[in-house]
């Protein structure tokens, strides 16, 4: 037999090579198979003792509250601590949970279906809400920049309509990420995921009212009201970000708080300077409810939208306005209440 070219003898080298790699990454994958049944199995393990516990910790307290009446001193305090673990056990279930496959809310099921959206490590939370960020950011800029354009350059119903459909997009896409960000661990108080319903819809009557008088005589307000609304909107995430990032670091904020539209306790510190920025917004929402409402009454008044988006305008208000309201007065009454305490 001839001797064989060199050029085959490297080909069946390089073949044994991949052969020898192929089996190595099969056995990594049946490895790997293997873990993932086993995380399965631990995480099922896991919501179902967290479940077990929850129900004795909801007994024991009931128990609790009923012998608190008339108990020894020794008695009180030994009750006392069991109600201080209780809530801090509440707290502790609250972080495991973060890391475990929970069933979606109704809003998450209906737009993903049963898909499960728990991301398992802290480093890809804290990505996802860094990139929710950055997207919160960038899309506030876009909107600044065409709310600029159709305030002061352009006049036509069609690149309104271009505005109105990013608004839509934008408060969209945001409640998904939100509800997202919630089953990972974030808090948000609930008006200001609310608040983001609200606008969507606002936003996407306003985009099905058609060009006539009416909307003309409210179009300069509602823009000039929208590109007022982006310049605040990324004052405050430039600010937040920064407030939150420096909290975090000091171990004062958890890792997957985020930037909200409006007031919150921890900005006390460093950013009350936004609240004038925040009010005056909140009573131009009133202002743009009061004059569609008036204009709702005028003869000439056939369209259903100048009504609903007048409805939209006043839960917007009392909604921002009240829980900021709330926040602050808050905030000084435990300010106020420090002193007489030392």
Partial sequence: ????????????EDWKGLEDEYQQLQETHRMYLQKLDEISKLQNNCSSSISRQRKRLKEISQRVKECSKGPSDEDAKNMDEIKEKIKM??????????????KNGLYLSLVLGNVNVTLLSKQSKFAYKDEYEKFKLCSTVLLLLCSFICCFFVSYRFLDAILNFLLVWYYCTL???????????????????????????????????PDGNLYKAFRNQFLAYCLYQSFVQCLQCYYQSGCLYRLRALGERHNMDLTVEGFQSWMWKGLTFLLPFLFFGHFWQLFNGLSLFRMAQLPDCKEWQVLMCGVCFLILFMGNFF????????????????????
């Fill in 89 to 102: 056990r509440s707290n502790v279930f609250f972080e495991m949970e973060a890391f475990l496959p929970k």
């Fill in 175 to 209: 409640t998904i990420r939100e509800s997202i960000l919630i089953t990972n661990g974030s808090r948000i108080k609930g008006w200001w995921v609310f608040h983001h319903y609200v606008s969507t819809f606002l936003s996407g009557v306003m985009l099905t009212w």
């Fill in 1 to 12: 037999a001839g001797k064989m070219p060199q050029g085959l003898t490297n080909a069946l």
């Fill in 323 to 342: 829980t900021t309201l709330a926040v602050v007065r808050q905030k000084l009454k435990s300010r106020n209440q420090k002193p007489k305490s030392l």
